[in-house]
């Protein structure tokens, strides 16, 4: 009970006069444009970060002997 070439041809066709062929047309014109604008979207997320200064760590703080003092007044 599957759907023969006949069923998909009369599918098709009243898919056809229902929305018109330029409506189709324009329709996937629009899913094209949106699939670009999804790839552009996710080619801008991947943009490097500037390598202009190393980032600090932990690590690289307690090698170097550098110390924090606490400027707050307590009491």
Do not use: N, Y
Not at 19 to 32: E, N, P, Q, R, T
Not at 45 to 53: C, G, L
């Amino acid at each position: 009970m599957g759907f023969s070439t006949t069923h998909l041809l009369l599918l098709l066709l009243v898919v056809v006069l229902l929305f018109g062929s330029g409506k189709i047309s324009s329709l996937m014109g629009d899913v094209a444009k949106g699939i670009k604008s999804f790839k552009k979207g996710m080619q801008d997320d991947e943009t490097p970060e500037p390598q202009d200064a190393p980032p600090r760590s932990i690590e690289h703080e307690a090698r170097t002997g550098e110390t924090r003092r606490d400027t707050t007044k307590s009491g």
